[in-house]
């Protein structure tokens, strides 16, 4: 069963839908997981759709949604900053546990890409969270930009962030920047990112980035258990990223690399990922 919700955070409406498992009995209450979107899409792209669908047919209930200035939700279209949607997830949670249906100890966070990261830094900040799931995400952005930009285009990448500065603080405009420029995606793989893309975000959003280090949180995680799944040869956030945060995390964290898959690993209809985050959660954070 689906339903459109909305919930407050920071003065603003955000949109999500919650998914709720067909064998749900009134007056129980069930384990729940948030659903945190990539860079600058939404809760209607196939992964978090995926996500949810694949969550509420293992019997958890899942919350997908928009962070603020994305999809649905209010705020300035594309002004995407890290801390906010850190601020988002918590509002969510906050939104989450009050929910007659859920165990407000048993929610959990799987995010992204980018909502990776910022699933791993709400973990490692908010307590409430019991257990997290980062598919391909990252722990530091200075490092993460380094290995997605070289040669020239790091140094182009740099000069924009510098501008962007500039601008800010002189009180102009901020430099307007294209979300390739930004995170470069091969071609084949776009067409996984689903509807309500945005495609141009200001230089701040970069900035935020490029500033946004989950590796200095990741180790508050524990003793809650945390599960690090990549691409082994991840064509769009570099595999070294959750090596990094593997290195930084407390126990019990998994790392687990899935070869013969990219980016997306849950949209190309490949059983191995879903298999693996199944056996992870039935041993850690079981339905």
């Not at 759709?49 to 939700?73: Q, T």
């Not at 929610?107 to 019991?130: L, M, N, Q, T």
Request: a negative charge.
């Amino acid at each position: 069963m689906e339903k459109d919700i909305s919930f407050d955070s920071d003065g603003l409406k955000l949109s999500g839908i919650m998914h709720t498992p067909d064998n749900f009995k009134s007056g129980e209450k069930s384990p729940a997981f948030l659903i945190l979107h990539g860079f600058g899409t939404s809760k209607d792209g196939s992964t978090p759709e995926i996500l949810a669908n694949m969550l509420c047919d293992w019997g958890y209930i899942a919350l997908r949604f928009d962070f603020r200035s994305c999809g649905d939700s209010e705020g300035e279209r594309g002004l995407v900053r890290c801390l906010d949607q850190v601020s988002d997830t918590q509002n969510a949670v906050s939104w989450l546990s009050e929910q007659s249906e859920v165990d407000p100890k048993r929610i959990g966070v799987i995010g992204h890409s980018f909502g990776a990261a910022v699933a791993v830094y709400a973990g490692g900040v908010d307590k409430r969270i019991a257990a997290v799931i980062s598919s391909c995400g990252w722990g530091d952005g200075d490092t993460k930009f380094q290995l997605q930009h070289t040669g020239e285009d790091w140094d182009k990448f740099k000069r924009s962030l510098d501008e962007g500065k500039r601008r800010r603080d002189a009180g102009e405009a901020d430099l307007k920047m294209s979300r390739w420029e930004i995170v470069p995606i091969p071609e084949h793989l776009r067409g996984n990112m689903g509807k309500n893309v945005i495609m141009e975000f200001p230089s701040e959003t970069a900035q935020s980035m490029f500033d946004f280090r989950a590796n200095d949180v990741v180790s508050q995680i524990s003793p809650r258990p945390l599960l690090l799944f990549h691409a082994s040869d991840d064509s769009v956030t570099p595999t070294d990223q959750s090596l990094q945060l593997f290195e930084h995390a407390g126990q019990p964290t998994d790392l687990l690399l899935i070869s013969g898959t990219d980016h997306f690993p849950f949209s190309d209809g490949n059983s191995r990922p879903r298999d693996s985050v199944k056996a992870w959660l039935n041993e850690y954070f079981p339905a």
